[in-house]
Structure formats: C-alpha cells, structure tokens
C-alpha cells in the first residue's frame, strides 16, 4: 500500500463496517477487528466507498452495521490514506476510536437477491453516508 494525499475537501465523516451490532454502550476504546489487529490500522471507509468496501468484503453477508465517525476528531498524523488496489486512496486510521468519535450507527440489511450497491443507491441523498 502507498499513502496517497488525502482527497479535497477532506471528507466530513469516515465509516467502519462491522459484521455485528457494536457493544452497547460503546466503549472509550473500540475493540479491533482481527484484520484491524493483523494490518496495524483500522480499516475505514468514506461515504463513496461504502458500497464498494461491502460488496468486495461483505459480500455475502445478509446485514451489519455502520459507525459514522467525525474525522475531524483524529489527528492528521493518525489518518492515512492508502491506496488499495488501485483505488482512490482508503482511509486508515494507525491508531482506534471510541464512544466519543462515533457520531451514530446504523444496521444496514440486503433484501433477498440484492446487492450492496443497490441497497445504498440513493443513500447519501438521504444524508446519512454524507
């Protein structure tokens, strides 16, 4: 992976995927997934990226959930972006999160025979992947 400069503007918020609901009440240090464990980093996603990142990695996952995360929150230093398979520069958190950088969650579900990308068409006009 290459760091790439940030994308400007720099996006607002950035979105962790998780298989399951997050633990309630969200801990001041969110537990890392294996593959957060493994790479050093925390595997993160801007709004635009959302469906890509479910359907190549979620795939075939039924459901999950989103914690929107204010960027602002963590240091420039902490948030690289890498470019990952020729794409456009995914954001890395080389640090974790917690209660107080999760703006709010949501669960995301596919219908039978739906794909991620069709179940977030039309999402960022509703406003919440912004």
Not at 33 to 51: E, I, M, N, T, Y
Not at 53 to 82: C, E, G, N, Q, Y
């Amino acid at each position: 992976m290459a760091p790439l400069p940030p994308p400007s503007p720099l996006p607002e918020y950035v979105y962790k995927i998780t298989p399951s609901a997050p633990p309630t009440p969200i801990p001041e240090q969110y537990p890392l997934s294996d593959l957060d464990q493994q790479d050093g980093f925390v595997h993160l996603s801007a709004s635009w990226q959302v469906p890509i990142t479910a359907s190549l990695f979620f795939k075939d996952t039924p459901s999950f959930h989103i914690l929107k995360l204010r960027l602002a929150r963590f240091d420039a230093a902490a948030v690289k972006w890498d470019e990952v398979d020729g794409t456009n520069g995914c954001p890395h958190l080389y640090g974790n999160f917690g209660a107080d950088d999760v703006v709010s969650v949501r669960e995301f579900r596919r219908g039978e025979g739906q794909t991620w990308q069709e179940v977030f068409e039309g999402e960022a006009e509703r406003g919440w992947l912004e």
